[in-house]
């Protein structure tokens, strides 16, 4: 059996690769809060399987709130890099950071579950200034998108209309085929607004299960946590934690040597200085490992230098493992930047400039320690003479090194530049602005 690689976290519970970005963010403040349903309720809305497309639910939740009560103590690029992957590929976010309250996202379904502390009639209309519009209703719940077409209203019960030249057309609740005249192309988003929560699904099949979301939240479509016993129990374990990725795991067993395996949670609960970590695993009867082979399983799957005081436990069918990790090297979604990984580094780099001597210095002010040969500053645009493999093998907490700056325009950019083994991914991992101050101006 091959040894599984040191990859990203979310490598072993999600089915999708996180891939970070963020769309329209729209920093607006408006009147009015929500009537949100509470956590828990909140969560009830997750459909099960059996009204999804697919058999597998894999979910990555964030009380983002929650979360950000300690992102000062974090490495700055951190609260930042977790709402990006929470509100992954096509989702854009039509708030700023300050209104999220909770996010979960249906990895498979393309859909994400958004609950603000903003009243529907804010939330209609950030979507408005974003470039949507209401095109269909579901029962009485408005839904937007981008789409030019006539609104095709939904209206629960109703029968489909006969008329094929009507502007308006209706389905029942166990009709799942598209409306009539819609592609995912015309739908390139849809959006719910109810109870101050954004359900958001990307192309036809995320619309789809935005529908199904709604008859989840009204208790007409089967609720996840109330019939998979994997998830449910995944949840109870971890009920303190505010990051999960929760789902069954993408690695087989033969490559995370855990047959058996049900279902699989790494989940952390952020504190001011330091965040404690669990990874909750469900097993079919029988078939459970020791709880030591699992610890082995998850210490492989995390960055040796960050986690510490593991402790394995066994109970019935579950295993769990706890640690815990200084909330300034919390990292979810990095993978600690081994030598052969292509994720840049979590860093906090610092820039000192010298006003007399025509200088910077970059520090390493906490964070990943990453070979120094995959760093190199460039200084406006031509990388600079003094690199950081000149001076360190490994460039860790602490270390630096000083460049020359002389005779460099004011506002030029200097930029430290991460590049992976292969050469295949680079990254600016830092950036400061040359101040006049610090400029040769003779």
């Not at 109970?315 to 200084?326: F, I, L, N, Q, S």
């Amino acid at each position: 059996m091959r040894e599984p690689s040191r990859r990203e976290i979310l490598s072993s519970v999600g089915a999708v690769g996180a891939t970070a970005a963020l769309a329209g963010c729209l920093d607006v403040s408006f009147g009015g809060t929500a009537d949100a349903p509470p956590a828990n309720e909140f969560r009830r809305w997750l459909p099960a399987p059996s009204a999804l497309r697919n058999d597998a639910v894999t979910l990555y939740d964030a009380d983002v709130a929650a979360v950000g009560e300690h992102r000062d103590a974090m490495v700055p690029s951190t609260f930042g890099n977790l709402v990006e992957t929470v509100l992954t590929g096509p989702f854009a976010q039509y708030l700023g950071t300050q209104h999220l309250q909770e996010v979960v996202q249906l990895v498979q379904e393309r859909v994400v579950l958004v609950r603000t502390d903003r009243s529907d009639a804010a939330l209609a209309e950030a979507l408005t200034d974003a470039g949507l519009s209401e095109v269909a209703t579901y029962g009485d719940v408005p839904l937007y998108s981008r789409r030019d077409e006539p609104a095709m209203t939904t209206r629960m019960d109703s029968p489909e209309t006969d008329d094929p030249d009507s502007s308006t057309a209706t389905r029942s609740t166990d009709d799942t085929s598209p409306a009539t005249g819609t592609s995912s192309e015309e739908w390139p988003e849809t959006v719910a607004v109810v109870d101050g929560v954004l359900v958001q699904g990307a192309g036809e099949p995320g619309r789809d299960t935005v529908e199904t979301v709604l008859d989840a939240r009204r208790g007409e479509a089967d609720r996840l946590l109330e019939t998979s016993e994997a998830h449910a129990t995944l949840y109870d374990r971890t009920d303190g934690s505010n990051v999960r990725a929760v789902g069954p795991p993408v690695v087989g067993a033969e490559r995370n040597f855990l047959p058996g395996i049900t279902g699989l949670a790494f989940t952390w609960a952020v504190g001011p200085s330091t965040t404690e970590f669990a990874a909750v695993s469900t097993f079919r009867e029988g078939e459970a490992p020791p709880a030591e082979g699992f610890e082995s399983f998850v210490q492989s799957k995390l960055p040796a230098d960050r986690y510490e005081a593991f402790e394995p436990t066994a109970d019935g069918h579950v295993r769990t493992v706890t640690a815990t990790v200084p909330t300034d090297r919390f990292a979810p979604f990095s993978s600690g930047a081994p030598e052969d990984s292509k994720t840049a580094p979590v860093i906090e780099f610092e820039f000192d400039y010298d006003v007399e001597a025509g200088t910077v210095t970059i520090a390493n002010g906490g964070g990943d320690s990453v070979a120094a040969a995959r760093l190199h500053v460039n200084v406006a645009g031509s990388r600079a003479e003094t690199q950081f493999a000149d001076e360190h093998e490994t460039f860790a907490a602490g270390d630096a090194i000083t460049v020359d700056i002389s005779g460099v325009e004011s506002g030029s950019e200097v930029q430290v530049v991460w590049t992976s083994a292969d050469g295949d991914a680079a990254q600016i991992v830092a950036e400061s602005s040359v101040p006049r101050s610090t400029v040769d101006d003779d």
